[in-house]
């Protein structure tokens, strides 16, 4: 599932009073707010009004029927103004990377991706390759573990499972885990 908190219908560009967006699952919680501020390479300051996050999937096991589960999604700000915005929440339809079939995707510093690998039977390693139509200095590329939260944001992407930084490709060998056949892929943008 991804969540897109979509445009604001009044932008608040404050970060005094940022809209804060906290989304509660069974195994794991996950918060930002808007505007979404980094600290980009020079000590400068991004931010961002158009967010997505994706959900950690209950389920590390690929399942083609989908499946009813239940969130809690807090929104709130102490902004002395009302600020609204249109909340969407959306099920990725292509979730899962397979074996030799290039998958294409976009990612930004405030909408990072991650996908789903499940090793084919027989199968001990791989090399996830990844190529950028764009240069972005000091983008990474990450495997980790299924495991909520994923990391998949400039300032904690390296804390968990390997990762490779690029500026127009990438790759990364990865073997197959006793206790998990599977694992996360990342791509974070830098600001």
Not at 39 to 65: F, H, K, M, N, W
């Amino acid at each position: 599932l991804s969540v897109y908190p979509g445009s604001p219908l009044i932008p608040t560009t404050n970060l005094q009073f940022p809209v804060l967006f906290v989304v509660r699952q069974q195994k794991s919680v996950l918060s930002w707010q808007i505007p979404l501020a980094f600290r980009g390479i020079y000590q400068g300051t991004y931010t961002y009004q158009d967010v997505s996050r994706t959900l950690c999937p209950t389920e590390s096991e690929s399942t083609a029927e989908a499946q009813e589960e239940y969130m809690y999604i807090d929104v709130a700000s102490l902004s002395p103004s009302s600020v609204r915005y249109e909340l969407m929440v959306t099920r990725l339809q292509e979730f899962e990377l397979l074996s030799d079939k290039p998958f294409n995707f976009s990612a930004s510093p405030s909408q990072p991706q991650y996908f789903l690998y499940s090793f084919p039977e027989g199968v001990d390693s791989v090399i996830i390759k990844v190529t950028s139509e764009e240069v972005y200095p000091c983008s990474v590329v990450s495997v980790q573990d299924i495991m909520c939260p994923v990391y998949d944001l400039d300032h904690n992407v390296e804390f968990n499972g390997v990762y490779q930084t690029m500026t127009k490709k990438a790759a990364i060998t990865i073997r197959v885990s006793v206790r998990q056949p599977a694992c996360a892929g990342a791509a974070v943008i830098p600001p």
